[in-house]
């Protein structure tokens, strides 16, 4: 038994249509939780379980904490997540909704993070929202769960935060033996921490992030996904904040799926006409996300310029 589901893989006939070549969907937007974090965090979570950990920390107000609130009522472990003061009620209500307590400190991640780690006793688990190898082991099942079907895709799009999904899914490809799927890793312009790197050479720290989808908004990726880049064929992709969000509104007409702007970039592709030329069979990881609503996502696209 595992925390996190097998999930579907659909071929779907809209956004093949739209594309103008075979998509299919990984949907990870169905893990409990809402995203596929579940898959690492959970993975993470029962390793600290069986090494003896009595609390779980963490500092992500996103669909990293809510993964790990999951795990943690579900292996009988008290979670602690600590955000800061601009996180939205929503996410804090789902955490709680978890039985996660919360700690509301800090302006920003970082000093919500730093409070966290203040935290931290003895035979307590700090679960990182996207830098830790178990993670990256737990995130790659679901390349295994599309190789077991007997899909081979000639591409998998995901989108990138801090490249805990990157490098997961590079790991599962590898150890599928597919080293020929290349991966279109996409990031909004706003929140490009992958394609910085590319550029420079090395993980670099962006100056400042400014992208409606805050699931991607990891300032410096992990040196893993970097890394990544080097060990199998990646190239980095970008997409508005608005094809973003549109891409979220055409997924909820074709599919029924309300996802996050963080997830919508890497559909855009599917969506945006040329963005797949090249490729026949195409793989996309529906990542999910639960923390925007409707109205949020809608009002965003209103302000767009
Ligand atoms: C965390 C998250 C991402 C990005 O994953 P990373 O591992 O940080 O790259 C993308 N989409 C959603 C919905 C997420 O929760």
Known sequence: MTLHIATPLIKSRPLSLAAGRAV????????PPGSFKLRGVGHACEVHHARGARHFISSSGGNAGLAVAYAGRALGV??????????????????KL????????????????????????????????????LLWTGHASMIDEVAQSGVKPDAV?????????????VEGLQRNGWHDVPVLAVETEGAASLQAAMVAGGPVELPALSSVATSLGAKRVADQAFACTHQHPVFSEQVTDRAALQACEDFLRDHRLLVEPACGAALALAYEPGRLDGYERV????????????????DWLNKQP
């Open 78 to 95: 008290p979670v602690t997540v600590v955000v800061p003061e601009t996180t939205s009620a929503r996410a804090i209500e789902l955490l």
């Open 157 to 169: 799009v995901l989108s990138v935060g801090g490249g805990g999904l990157l490098s997961g899914v």
């Open 24 to 31: 299919w969907l990984k949907l990870e937007a169905l893990q």
């Open 98 to 133: 978890e039985q996660a307590e919360v700690v509301i400190t800090g302006s920003s991640w970082q000093e919500a993070n730093q409070h966290a780690q203040g935290l931290l006793q003895p035979g307590d688990a700090f679960i990182h929202p996207f830098d830790d190898p």
């Open 283 to 298: 793989l996309m990881i529906v990542c999910g996300g639960a923390t925007a609503t409707l109205e949020q996502i809608r």
